[in-house]
């Protein structure tokens, strides 16, 4: 693959499956395949710090609750602000999910049908 040559003309049918993959998948990969390289590192970038600050909240969370030692007693339960982990990759992830379906969109606008072939041309003699 060539990084530095530019976006490739891509199929519609090509678009498409890249623009799934894209939204459904993993934002950024669908972009990388589809030759928009930098847009695609910077949203899988994106969406890899969305899951890690998600990752950090869970954890978080977890290490709090299973270190409680005494579930009769209601008082001790602690609520850990952690919140802020899971909203900052919440919105890492949408940004990056936002940015995967500018950029399918556009693959898919700048998509271009196979030029078919002219009435009346016949096809190369085939000669032993």
Do not use: C
Not at 48 to 55: I, M, P, R, S
């Amino acid at each position: 693959m060539k990084i530095f040559s530019g976006a490739k003309t891509l199929s519609p049918a090509a678009a498409r499956n890249y623009l799934l993959m894209n939204l459904f998948a993993t934002p950024g990969l669908g972009s990388i395949m589809g030759g928009r390289v930098f847009a695609g590192l910077g949203q899988l970038a994106l969406f890899l710090a969305g899951f890690a600050f998600v990752t950090v909240w869970f954890l978080r969370m977890m290490k709090t609750y299973y270190s409680l030692s005494d579930f009769s007693d209601e008082t001790a339960a602690a609520h850990p602000s952690n919140f802020h982990f899971f909203l900052a990759g919440f919105l890492f992830a949408g940004a990056s999910w936002l940015w995967s379906l500018l950029t399918s969109l556009r693959m898919v606008a700048q998509a271009k049908a196979p030029e078919l072939a002219q009435p009346g041309t016949a096809p190369p003699r085939i000669t032993k």
